[in-house]
């Protein structure tokens, strides 16, 4: 009996882990990956001086995280135009994500070509640089032109109401002169701090060199699946059996 059981397990086993093996070998690809890292480290205007600590950490991270998912489609665009893919395909096999450091992102690219792996990779870097650094100068820009449209507007109606004499104005005239000429020094100064911010960090860090390997399916997942099968299988087989036996034996002795 005993040996009627261990070979049906061996049996049971052999199946289950040849099956595994099957299946590996039809669903594992070979696949290979490459990376690189970018900083992305904007500064914002600041009435004082910014303090270095976790709340600036925060904010420097946030406004970069913002700037990368803003130029992430132009990105895409770009690659897919370069390498020949549609936006899609490039969206699956690039990725970028933060890293350690401060702004700092890693883009990393997957790809069956070990060559377009890797160039998939600098290309990705070296366009988030150049896209992002044209889209910081035309915020920069834009804020700048907004500033002084507004500055435009106030410098009107403060000219307007100088050309009331003092007596003559009325105390609304005179608290408006003062909130307007306020606005405007206010804005004057918020000029001179974009005009006056240090120059933007955006730069790769660390260039894509190295290519790895990778399966796409895990043979020790599938080994340990087809273990846990093979073993239900057989309690299943030896249940049966001793299920089965004693109404053999009551069937003989009748």
Known sequence: MIKRYLIAGVLIIVVAFGASGIAYAAKSKLTYNASCTVEVFVRAPATNPPTPGPDFLTFTNNLAANE?????????????????????????????????????????????????????????????????????????????????????????????????????????????????????????????????????NITVLTPATNVSSLHTASLKKYLAVAAVAALLVIFLYILVLEAVSPQRKDTSLA
């Open 68 to 200: 990368v998912s803003l130029a992430t489609p132009t990105v895409y665009g770009r690659l897919a135009k370069a390498e020949k893919l549609s936006v899609g395909e490039v969206a699956s096999k690039v990725q970028i994500l933060p890293a350690i450091g401060i702004g700092a992102f890693r883009v990393s690219a997957t790809d069956s070509d070990p060559k377009r792996t890797k160039t998939l990779a600098q290309n990705g870097c070296s366009t988030y640089v150049s896209v992002i650094t044209k889209q910081r100068a035309n915020e920069l820009s834009s804020d700048l032109k907004a500033i002084q449209k507004r500055i435009d507007s106030l410098q009107k109606d403060v000219t307007r109401l100088l050309k009331i004499p003092t007596r003559r104005r009325t105390a609304a005239q005179v608290l408006t002169l003062a909130t307007e000429q306020e606005a405007m020094r206010t804005n004057s100064l918020l000029v001179v701090q974009y005009k006056s911010l240090p120059p933007d």
